[in-house]
């Protein structure tokens, strides 16, 4: 699951780089929690939780059914 994880970030991350950031894969449990770690501007951004809900945690979820949530780190 790692990989489909990791391959939907890829899709994502244009968007979160077009505005200074990104996002790195740090885990993906057995039990479908991924864990990512925000970079660049996204670190200190106070909108960061809205991009990981409404961002990151939705797309994976859309993609990868078996992913239960998305946890920053």
Request: glycine share 8%; charged share 30%.
């Amino acid at each position: 699951m790692r990989e489909r994880v990791q391959a939907a970030l890829d899709k994502i991350r244009p968007a979160l780089q077009a505005d200074g950031g990104d996002v790195e894969l740090i885990d993906v449990t057995d039990d479908g929690v991924v864990r990512v770690a925000l970079q660049g501007s996204c670190r200190g951004c106070p909108m960061s939780q809205l991009t990981l809900a409404n961002g990151v945690e939705r797309v994976l979820k859309e993609e990868i059914p078996e992913v239960q949530r998305v946890e920053p780190v």
